[in-house]
């Protein structure tokens, strides 16, 4: 998992570079805030979709009229949940989202996006009835996904997107159970300028 992060900044700052000294783009700044849908899925799980939020920044790396290259940071509550109103059992997990996004401009106000996404792992807790208890050595400390959206925006700046993310591999480290985080993501963004 090191070699990826690794990988993954190394990708991020070329990106930056070559931007700059090419003079090839006009780089922008953003801000988004949205909720998560968030459940975990796989053959070993069945789990209920919960609401979290997430909220963040992006710069803009715009190529042309109909490409662009989006680096964000973002701060993402994600889990999940099972079982009865009176017997409710849920998982809260926090993470440092790094997706790098390929946005295709299909006309002025519609565009769609993909990449990959880094996950590092901020904290995790299990609940039941009144008891929460820290579980975070139990997850893996990173993982790494893929991320398809599509949104709308406006010449003010101002939009709306959508975005599933699928994490690769198992979220879990040294359990019984193989999962990972399926999360759809529906939120307003600004960009400052580099509209």
């Not at 963040?56 to 940071?73: A, P, Y």
């Not at 009144?130 to 139990?138: A, E, F, M, V």
Request: glycine letters at 8%.
């Amino acid at each position: 998992m090191k070699k990826i992060l690794i990988a993954f900044s190394v990708l991020m700052i070329a990106v930056t570079v070559n931007a700059q000294k090419k003079k090839c783009c006009s780089i922008g700044l953003g801000f988004k805030a949205g909720t998560n849908f968030a459940k975990y899925v796989g053959h070993d799980v069945s789990t209920q979709t919960v609401l979290k939020p997430y909220i963040g920044t992006s710069v803009n790396f715009k190529f042309s009229d109909k490409f662009l290259v989006k680096q964000e940071i973002l701060f993402s509550s994600e889990g999940s949940q099972s079982g009865t109103d009176a017997d409710k059992e849920r998982f809260t997990t926090a993470y440092l989202a790094l997706p790098l996004m390929l946005q295709l401009n299909i006309s002025k106000s519609i565009f769609l996006e993909t990449g990959p996404q880094v996950n590092i792992l901020i904290k995790a807790e299990h609940h039941m009835a009144d008891l929460t208890t820290d579980i975070k050595d139990t997850y893996q400390p990173a993982t790494i996904g893929w991320d398809l959206g599509i949104g709308a925006k406006l010449k003010s700046g101002f939009g709306l997107n959508a975005r599933y993310a699928a994490a690769f591999g198992n979220i879990f480290k040294d359990q019984p159970i193989s999962a990972h985080s399926s999360v759809i993501s529906i939120g307003f963004f600004y960009n400052l300028w580099n509209k």
